[in-house]
């Protein structure tokens, strides 16, 4: 039972640095260079709309995780047995993975909803992990 919240939480990090690739392409399409690391944030407005979105996806990334990691790993600490908490442990990193998709191809409507899906997921950890423990 452990292992699905591990993988859950390992899965969902991939996600996050996968959300580099983006944001790569686009800091490199906006002709980022070895003279932008000393201020890489000083190129944001010279990047197209794709390569805002990106940056904003990847950040959102950042934020989403944080959620995260610690509801699975309150579920690692109290086991929750239950069929809803393993499909939300494996729903989460799918779920990440799509709203990457639609940021970075401008689908606001999915992005919205596969956003709202995902923080649900979350929500539902931490509410079989605090029932294990009353």
């Known amino acids: 039972m452990q292992i699905v919240f591990a993988w859950s939480l390992c899965l969902s990090v991939v996600v996050v640095l996968l959300s580099t690739i983006p944001l790569t392409i686009g800091r490199i399409k ?17 990047l197209s709309d794709f390569g805002k979105r990106a940056v904003w996806c990847h950040q959102n990334c950042w934020e989403s995780i944080s959620i995260h990691a610690p509801a699975c790993i309150l579920c690692m600490l109290t086991l929750p047995d239950s069929n809803l908490s393993l499909l939300s442990a494996w729903m989460h990193p799918l779920l990440r993975f799509l709203y990457i998709c639609a940021y970075i191809f401008n689908v606001p409507l999915a992005r919205g909803l596969i956003w709202a899906f995902g923080i649900f997921t979350t ?9 294990q423990l009353f």
């Open 123 to 131: 929500l539902v950890l931490y509410k079989e992990g605090i029932t």
């Open 30 to 46: 906006a002709g980022y260079s070895m003279q932008n690391m000393s201020a890489p944030r000083a190129l944001f407005d010279e």
